[in-house]
């Protein structure tokens, strides 16, 4: 507990927010965390998901699919973990049950994909490069459920369509060899995989030039009609419908 509390004392004191209360309370199903955050902005200045129209601009900041990549990891290192542990107590080995007691995964040349998974940082940074270039996106979401998920909520909340380039979605070259190393797509993990807590928004086309000055962000496709539907376009030019195969809190995800 004290660990987590540092940890989130950091992630306050880096975006100067105040912790202003804390309760705890035992539990027999493990460790629940909820917070609620409260705060303010300039009149006019607010974005929401419902803002977006026909012609803007669709964008994302940093890479994405990196944080489901390190997640697969570490489920490939614990499963091999209790795969020895089993061999080891069926054959009632308990020299190789001390060994495994120091098991160590190996996480080599991986690191990224861990830190992706494990300490995913705000995108503030972003959002204060927004505004010294005076763009004020029309809509706006983090990227916590994947992003065919969110996009699905931008054009669902906004009424409107979408049309995305796979060739232009962002994605690590660890991911990528994380990827082909599982026998899994990086696109479809870069589209469902969730939890990489970076920004999707879009913009007006007026700030086209703008937006391609932009470190760590990259333009993906754009808002059309919602009769045209959500639109995906593989490398090879192909279009598929755009599917929300991402976390959804409210449905079995297993």
Not at 105 to 110: I, L, R, S, Y
Not at 145 to 159: K, T, V
Not at 233 to 243: A, G, P, Q, Y
Request: glycine share 8%.
């Amino acid at each position: 507990m004290e660990a987590f509390y540092r940890g989130l004392r950091r992630a306050c004191d880096k975006w100067n927010v105040d912790i202003v209360g804390g309760d705890t309370t035992s539990s027999f199903t493990g460790l629940a965390i909820s917070i609620t955050c409260i705060g303010e902005c300039e009149r006019g200045k607010a974005v929401y998901r419902n803002g977006a129209k026909d012609t803007d601009l669709i964008c994302v900041s940093g890479n994405l699919g990196a944080a489901y990549m390190g997640l697969q990891l570490l489920e490939r290192e614990k499963s091999v973990y209790y795969q020895q542990v089993n061999e080891a107590k069926k054959k009632n080995d308990s020299h190789a049950l001390e060994e495994l007691a120091h098991f160590q995964p190996d996480f080599a040349g991986k690191e990224y994909l861990l830190q992706r998974q494990l300490k995913p940082e705000a995108r503030g940074d972003i959002i204060q490069r927004l505004r010294e270039l005076n763009i004020q996106p029309t809509s706006m979401i983090d990227i916590s459920d994947g992003l065919s998920s969110e996009l699905f909520h931008i054009c669902n909340q906004s009424n409107c369509g979408c049309r995305i380039y796979e060739k232009n979605i962002p994605i690590d070259y660890q991911t990528a060899v994380m990827a082909e190393e599982m026998n899994m797509n990086v696109t479809t993990c870069a589209l469902n995989g969730g939890e990489d807590y970076e920004l999707l928004f879009t913009i007006p086309i007026g700030d086209h030039e703008k937006i391609e000055d932009m470190e760590d962000v990259k333009l993906i496709g754009h808002i059309t009609k919602k009769e045209y539907g959500k639109i995906l376009v593989t490398r090879d030019n192909n279009e598929f419908d755009l599917k929300a195969q991402g976390w959804n809190p409210l449905k079995d995800n297993d």
